[in-house]
């Protein structure tokens, strides 16, 4: 199963280690595209600041990161599973799996990036703010930049199982499966449940649907379930105490919608 996650907004420092080796990256296949954004985030990074920051959309009070892309050529490395920090992956929790989900993890999940397309959580990165809604001056969108790139390097990397994707929508923008992919696909809202006088009500929750589904492939990694079809996914799922509501689409071609039902949010 390839599970695609997107990145965190706020990532950790990068730390002391040996800069990036972008030969080194997964998905080889992206590397022309992966050293445009870089080498065009750089670039406009060490130009004037403010404009910098209004391209890539900063705060006043997020000044810093402009310095810090600037840097990127010679930053420290570190894996990618701890790079990226924030609700979905303080609930998935990486550092807390055993060795054998933990070996579920790298095989599996695959967070998206504006900079770098798309890592494996093993693949050593820098700490870098580029997301994925970003336009830069040179490439435009970054999320139609990286379509053409991910429909050539993607499907092989969904290999013939199912393919969870939780990732929100900028980043699903950049690739969407098509085709058999697309059938063998399964995305996830997170709805909760609630009694108001009597009826139930339900609404999509925001900063505990990204809790959610950290505990969602939390759980399925340390289950070690290793379903074959969206249909097998849902099963596990609701074996986990999950409250699963989908099913398959009308037409082929076309993704499973799940919904998660939760009636506490945490």
């Not at 810090?68 to 010679?74: F, Q």
């Not at 070996?103 to 967070?111: D, G, K, M, Q, T």
Request: proline share 6%; with cysteine.
């Amino acid at each position: 199963m390839l599970v695609l996650l997107p990145p965190s907004e706020g990532k950790a420092a990068s730390g002391s280690g040996a800069p990036l080796k972008a030969e080194d990256l997964s998905l080889p296949g992206l590397a022309e595209a992966r050293a445009a954004v870089f080498t065009e985030l750089v670039e406009l990074c060490l130009g004037e600041e403010d404009r910098a920051r209004e391209v890539l959309g900063l705060s006043e009070g997020l000044r810093g990161e402009v310095a810090k892309n600037a840097e990127l050529p010679t930053a420290a490395a570190r894996p990618a599973g701890e790079i990226y920090t924030g609700v979905l992956y303080d609930a998935l929790d990486l550092a807390g799996l055993d060795g054998a989900a933990r070996a579920r993890a790298e095989r599996s999940l695959l967070v998206f990036s504006g900079l770098w397309g798309a890592v494996r959580i093993t693949d050593r990165i820098p700490s870098y703010r580029c997301s994925m809604g970003v336009k830069l001056p040179g490439l435009g969108a970054l999320g139609a930049y990286w379509r053409a790139p991910m429909a050539e390097a993607l499907p092989a990397e969904a290999g013939d199982g199912p393919v969870l994707d939780l990732r929100s929508s900028a980043y699903a923008t950049a690739w969407r499966p098509k085709g058999e992919v697309a059938g063998r696909t399964a995305t996830v809202r997170v709805l909760h449940a609630q009694m108001v006088d009597g009826v139930e009500k339900r609404s999509v929750v925001s900063h505990f649907n990204k809790a959610t589904k950290g505990r969602l492939v939390r759980d399925l990694l340390r289950a070690g379930a290793e379903p074959a079809s969206p249909a097998e996914l849902v099963v596990a799922l609701r074996d986990l105490g999950y409250v699963v509501e989908g099913e398959a689409p009308a037409k082929a071609g076309k993704a499973w919608a799940l919904d998660v039902v939760v009636t506490e949010i945490h």
